[in-house]
């Protein structure tokens, strides 16, 4: 029963998202000099699974927030992801980035926010009516899969648009595990 539940408001979730959005992130994906991820909770989590295929489709990429990250530049891509579009560490990302001239996507559930005034484009991932309370998926988890499930989708479109094989994926996958 929950399973069907959760499926069924992914599902619903997706059906209403713009079905461009996959191909707007690539061409953005495919202009960046480097590629940033960041988000908060569970969202960064979201990023991080986002931000590892991204690395073996073969892109630059950072986490923010690593000891490694290195500094973002005009020509780079901060991908941020926000439900709310207001969490205050991710508005001053977003400050910083705009300040050295890197471009700004937010991927969020609102269509409009701080972060997404800011931000050069904004993916909304269904409509905002569809994140009303929902039993059994608390505390935006609706968003939260939803957007995996966009991002993995957004994956599958990049390794089937470039022909990129699973072979050369996994030889850019961590071998110190």
Do not use: W
Not at 35 to 56: D, Q
Not at 107 to 131: C, H, L, P, R
């Amino acid at each position: 029963m929950h399973q069907q539940l959760i499926i069924d408001k992914i599902s619903g979730i997706l059906s209403a998202t713009d079905s461009s959005h996959d191909q707007r992130l690539t061409r953005m994906l495919d202009n960046a000099k480097r590629i940033f991820v960041s988000g908060a909770g569970r969202s960064k989590l979201v990023g991080n699974f986002f931000a590892m295929r991204l690395v073996h489709a073969g892109y630059d990429v950072s986490v923010v927030g690593e000891i490694v990250t290195p500094s973002i530049k005009s020509g780079d891509l901060l991908i941020i992801i926000s439900g709310s579009g207001e969490t205050e560490q991710l508005i001053a990302f977003t400050k910083s980035a705009k300040k050295v001239g890197a471009d700004i996507v937010l991927i969020s559930a609102k269509s409009s926010s701080t972060i997404g005034d800011m931000a050069d484009a904004v993916f909304q991932i269904g409509q905002a009516e569809q994140y009303g309370k929902v039993v059994g998926m608390p505390m935006g988890t609706v968003f939260e899969l939803s957007t995996l499930f966009f991002l993995e989708a957004t994956i599958s479109h990049i390794i089937h648009e470039k022909g990129i094989p699973e072979e050369v994926m996994r030889e850019r996958h961590a071998n110190l595990e």
